[in-house]
C-alpha cells in the first residue's frame, strides 16, 4: 500500500501475491485449451493438475477430489443441492442446516426450497449451539431423506474459529453429510478434510492471496457427490462443465502453495492483531471487541464504538486513509446492520468495523490505523462530551 493509505481488509480480498501474478502470466501465454490432447494441451494440463496438487495440500485431500469452480459461491451453490448421487444411484437430502452467523452463500441455501433450510442458532460468544444442533439433527425425520450441514468454519465478520471436528463428528453421528466453508480458514489454522470430521469443504483463492475468479469444492472422497450446478462438455471429471480458467487456477495453485508454507507464520499476524486492539481500546475505551473471549483466527478483529454507526466509522477511516470493512464485502457495497451479531444477540441494529491483515500488513499500516482512530475518537468525543450520536 502506498505511505498514505493502508489496508487493512484482507477478508474481503487479500492483495494478489507476487507468486500467484507470475503463475497467472505464465498461464496467460500458454495457448492450448487443457482439454485438448496435443503437446500444447498437455503443458495446459500440467498446470492445471500442478495447481490442484497445490490446493489439495492446503486442505489435505487428494488432488482427485478437487473440483475447481469461478469462486466459493458457486462452490456452495453446487454442493447445497437436495439432489445427490451415491455412485450412480440416486441420493436425497431433506433438508439443509445451516449456522445464524453463515456467510450469505451458505444461508441462502443454493438449491433448496426456502422450507427445507434449517436455522442453527449462534451463543451469544459467537460459537454455534451444538445442544441446539444436536436437538435439530436428532428430530429429522430420516424418513423424508438424509440431513445435510453445510456451516463456516471460520467466521468471515468476527474471526471466531468453529468447533468443527466437534460439530462434523456429532453431525455424522446422526446420519447426515457436512460441508464446512473454510474460506476464512484456510491459509490462517490448519485445514484437513482427511480427519473424517467432514466430507466437503469450499475455498475461495483471492482470501489467500490468489486471483479473484477462481475457488474450489474439496472432498474427502468422490463417491458421493452432488448433481452438477453447470453441465457442459465433462471437465472437472464431469462436476463442473467449461473450459478451465486456467491463469486463475494458476494463480490459485500458487497462492495455496505459499498459505500452506507461511501458516507458522500467523503468531506475528497474532502479535499485530492486538496490537490493533490494544490501539482501539487506548482510543475508545468503551469499545466493545467481538469474540475477544474465544478462539480467533490471528489475523481478524472486529469491534463496535458504542453509540457510532460501523457506516459512519468506515467513511471517517476511509478519508483517513485506512481501508476496512463493516462486516462481510458480499452484499452489492451496502453496509447496515451485521446478521451475525444480531445472531449473536447483539440487538436488530448491532453493526461493527473489521480490521483484518495479512503478508503484507506493516508497521506503516498500524501508525496509520492509530492516527485515524485517533481522530475519529475526538470527533466523538467533542460531538457530545462522551460519545457520539447514533444517527
Known amino acids: 500500500m502506498s505511505a498514505t493509505r493502508a489496508y487493512l481488509d484482507f477478508n474481503a480480498s487479500a492483495p494478489l501475491l507476487e507468486r500467484a501474478r507470475v503463475a497467472m502470466l505464465d498461464a496467460l501465454s500458454m495457448p492450448a485449451n487443457p482439454s485438448s490432447v496435443h503437446t500444447e494441451g498437455r503443458g495446459a494440463r500440467r498446470v492445471l493438475e500442478d495447481a490442484r496438487t497445490h490446493v489439495a495440500r492446503l486442505a489435505g485431500a487428494r488432488p482427485e477430489h478437487v473440483i475447481f469452480t469461478s469462486g466459493a459461491t458457486e462452490a456452495a451453490a453446487m454442493l447445497l443441492t ?11 437430502f431433506s433438508a439443509l442446516y445451516v449456522s445464524a452467523s453463515d456467510h450469505p452463500c451458505i444461508l441462502k441455501g443454493g438449491r ?23 436437538t435439530l439433527l436428532a428430530a429429522h425425520d430420516r424418513n423424508a431423506g438424509l440431513p445435510l450441514v453445510a456451516v463456516h468454519a471460520v467466521n468471515n465478520e468476527t474471526g471466531i474459529v468453529q468447533p ?3 460439530i462434523g463428528r456429532m453431525a455424522k453421528a446422526h446420519g447426515a453429510t457436512t460441508v464446512f466453508d473454510a474460506v476464512q480458514a484456510a491459509g490462517r489454522i490448519p485445514v484437513d478434510v482427511s480427519l473424517g470430521y467432514t466430507d466437503y469443504i469450499i475455498l475461495s483463492s483471492h482470501k489467500i492471496g490468489g486471483p479473484k475468479g477462481a475457488g474450489a469444492v474439496v472432498g474427502s472422497a468422490d463417491l458421493m457427490m452432488p448433481e ?13 462443465g467449461g473450459t478451465e480458467n486456467l491463469a486463475a487456477i494458476a494463480g490459485f495453485g500458487a497462492a495455496a502453495a505459499e498459505a500452506f508454507e ?19 481500546l487506548k482510543h475508545v475505551p468503551d469499545a466493545v471487541i467481538h469474540g475477544r473471549d474465544v478462539q480467533r483466527v490471528a489475523n481478524t478483529s472486529f469491534f463496535s464504538i458504542p453509540g457510532m454507526k460501523a457506516e459512519t466509522a468506515q467513511i471517517a477511516f476511509d478519508l483517513g486513509g485506512v481501508a476496512l470493512s463493516a462486516g462481510s464485502a458480499c452484499s452489492s457495497g451496502r453496509v447496515g446492520p ?15 468495523l473489521r480490521v483484518s491483515i495479512g503478508h503484507s500488513t506493516s508497521e506503516q499500516d498500524l501508525a496509520l490505523f492509530d492516527a485515524a482512530l485517533a481522530g475519529i475518537a475526538k470527533r466523538r468525543k467533542n460531538a457530545t462530551g462522551t460519545g457520539m450520536q447514533a444517527a
Not at 437436495?82 to 436425497?92: E, F, Q, S, T, V
Not at 433448496?112 to 444436536?134: C, M, N, Y
Not at 451485521?338 to 461493527?352: F, N, R
Request: charged letters at 25%.
Open 338 to 352: 451485521s446478521h451475525v451479531l444480531q445472531a449473536m444477540g447483539q440487538g436488530d441494529e448491532a453493526s461493527a
Open 228 to 240: 452438477p450446478l453447470i453441465h457442459g462438455g465433462g471437465q472437472e471429471k464431469g462436476h463442473r
Open 112 to 134: 433448496f426450497s426456502q422450507s427445507d433450510i434449517k436455522t442453527i442458532p449462534v451463543r451469544p460468544d459467537g460459537l454455534i449451539d451444538l445442544a441446539e444442533l444436536e
Open 164 to 166: 468443527v471436528e466437534e
Open 82 to 92: 437436495p439432489r445427490w448421487k451415491m455412485g450412480r444411484a440416486p441420493l436425497g
Open 262 to 280: 507461511g501458516l507458522g507464520r500467523m503468531a506475528a499476524l497474532s502479535t499485530m492483531r492486538d496490537r490493533f486492539e490494544a490501539t482501539i
